[in-house]
């Protein structure tokens, strides 16, 4: 893998420190009248989600570790597991649903993810960034009320409840934003 100095540490970056591997959150470059530049870095733990901030200097060497990435097909939830398969070789595995945590509901028959693996560990599940959902319950459209950034509470058929405009109506299908969690248009 890999070796940087501490000053080449950027947002997104995955780097094995202290025997876990972690994901660069935020790097602040720190430059003191006294002493030598530093970069303040603020990271997460890509197993258990703890959090961490660390000093670096430029002359500190840090491993940076590449995540393979795979696309892989939902095909089924049981007893809180989740079974992707992969679409090239069709090989099968099973993911905890914590993993994907308050996005779980987005998660749609046959819809196809990605997958970040660590060698033959799967750390991380990112679904698609627009997924479509229907209205199963919001309140009546209201003639008239087309007043800018007004918006409406609606349940989703997965049970998610989202902030909609008031134009929107019941049985209607919208897209989401699977990482904001906010409606982002008609379907």
């Known amino acids: 893998m890999p070796k940087i100095n501490g000053n080449e540490i950027r947002p997104g970056n ?7 591997l972690w994901a660069a959150v935020k790097v602040d470059h720190v430059k003191p009248g006294k002493g030598g530049a530093f970069a303040q870095v603020e990271m997460k733990n890509l197993r258990n989600g703890s959090k961490l901030n660390e000093r670096f200097r430029s002359a500190d060497k840090v491993e940076r570790v590449r995540l393979e990435q ?10 809180g597991m989740l079974t992707f398969m992969d679409s090239e070789t069709y090989d099968q595995i099973v993911l905890p649903a914590e ?23 799967a750390l991380n599940v990112s679904l698609p960034q627009k997924v479509t959902c229907k209205i199963v319950e919001t309140e009546p459209v209201v003639k008239g009320q087309t007043a800018a950034n007004s ?6 058929d997965n049970g998610v409840r989202v902030m909609v405009p008031p134009f929107i109506g019941q049985d209607e299908d919208i897209v989401v934003n699977t990482e904001t969690m906010e409606y982002a248009e008609r379907a």
């Open 151 to 156: 918006f409406k509470p609606a349940l989703l």
């Open 99 to 121: 993993l994907l945590g308050d996005r779980r509901p987005f998660l749609q028959d046959g819809m196809t993810v990605h997958i970040e693996y660590y060698g033959d560990e």
């Open 14 to 20: 995955i780097l094995e420190h202290n025997g876990g």
């Open 70 to 79: 795979k696309d892989q097909q939902f095909l089924f939830e049981a007893d």
